[in-house]
């Protein structure tokens, strides 16, 4: 029987997991919308986190996206 390691979820991990996220939406939004994210997530990193499942990634950053072209269209 092969035992599974389980391998714990760092905070460290998942800024990294940002930062790839991050770079991927660099590619496809515009610069002045970039900048609005990277503020974005610069800020919330700040304020900290107390878990690594609460860090700034993944379908948060999307629905941010979302949300900020919504308003911007009024």
């Not at 800024?15 to 770079?23: A, N, P, T, V």
């Not at 986190?49 to 919504?70: A, L, Q």
Request: charged residues 40%; proline residues 3%.
């Amino acid at each position: 029987m092969i035992k599974e390691i389980k391998k714990e979820f760092t905070m460290d991990d998942a800024l990294k997991i940002q930062l790839e996220h991050l770079r991927d939406w660099k590619l496809v939004l515009s610069p002045k919308a970039y900048i609005r994210i990277l503020d974005e997530a610069i800020d919330r990193n700040k304020k900290g986190y107390k878990s690594p499942d609460d860090v700034w990634r993944g379908c948060d950053i999307e629905t941010f996206i979302h949300n900020e072209m919504m308003r911007e269209r009024g």
